[in-house]
T-cell receptor, first 114, second 114 residues
């Protein structure tokens, strides 16, 4: 079946632009996570949704980062006024259970801020 | 969440068995041990999870000694396509109060040579 998909796969933004990254989780998956991965590092947690409820946003690095999942399926991560330090791969993962360590990751969106 | 320590890198040859050991001295009673694999330009992929003794699936085996302060991921007869970064994670099991967010370290970069 279809896995987690993310779009776009690559995004180049000029500093100060707003960007929106989309995640389509596996159908029926309750939990959705966003992670940020810098080059050569492991992924770092950003935020977590259980259905449409954002239960944990402790990893969002600043108030320029905003995530939503209004209907409990597709999620969007928005970054306002992008900065160079926002350059990274943004990974989305979903899980059929809440609070599960078995998560299915998408291929990521590579964001480059110039 | 317990901190984990694993080698930064390992080399192997095709056809060999590879064992990657992870130390987690402060593992809590409720913690499970989970391993992920990540290929370049892809999201991490769940490999295996265990609590104690031995767990085996079609991809790998996970050995956990009685004191649970370490664990070993065993990959039988590796091929070039097993070249990847392997992450060991320790955290609350299913049904706990944790959201399930994954805390990745730097992982072990496994290079398989012909």
């Amino acid at each position: 079946g279809a896995g987690v998909s993310q779009s776009p796969r690559y995004k180049v933004a000029k500093r100060g632009q707003d960007v929106a990254l989309r995640c389509d989780p596996i159908s029926g998956h309750v939990s959705l996570f966003w992670y940020q991965q810098a080059l050569g590092q492991g992924p770092e947690f950003l935020t977590y949704f259980q259905n449409e409820a954002q239960l944990d946003k402790s990893g969002l690095p600043s108030d320029r980062f905003f995530a939503e999942r209004p209907e409990g399926s597709v999620s969007t991560l928005k970054i306002q006024r992008t900065q160079q330090e926002d350059s990274a791969v943004y990974l989305c993962a979903s899980s059929h259970r809440s609070r599960s360590y078995e998560q299915y990751f998408g291929p990521g969106t590579r964001l480059t801020v110039t | 969440l317990a901190k984990t320590t694993q080698p930064i890198s390992m080399d192997s040859y095709e056809g060999q068995e590879v064992n990657i050991t992870c130390s987690h001295n402060n593992i809590a009673t409720n913690d499970y041990i989970t391993w992920y694999q990540q290929f370049p330009s892809q999201g991490p992929r769940f490999i295996i999870q265990g609590y104690k003794t031995k767990v085996t699936n079609e991809v790998a085996s996970l050995f956990i000694p009685a004191d649970r302060k370490s664990s070993t991921l065993s990959l039988p007869r590796v091929s070039l396509s097993d070249t990847a970064v392997y992450y060991c994670l320790v955290g609350d099991g299913p049904g706990s109060s944790n959201t399930g967010k994954l805390i990745f370290g730097q992982g072990t970069t496994l290079q398989v040579k012909p």
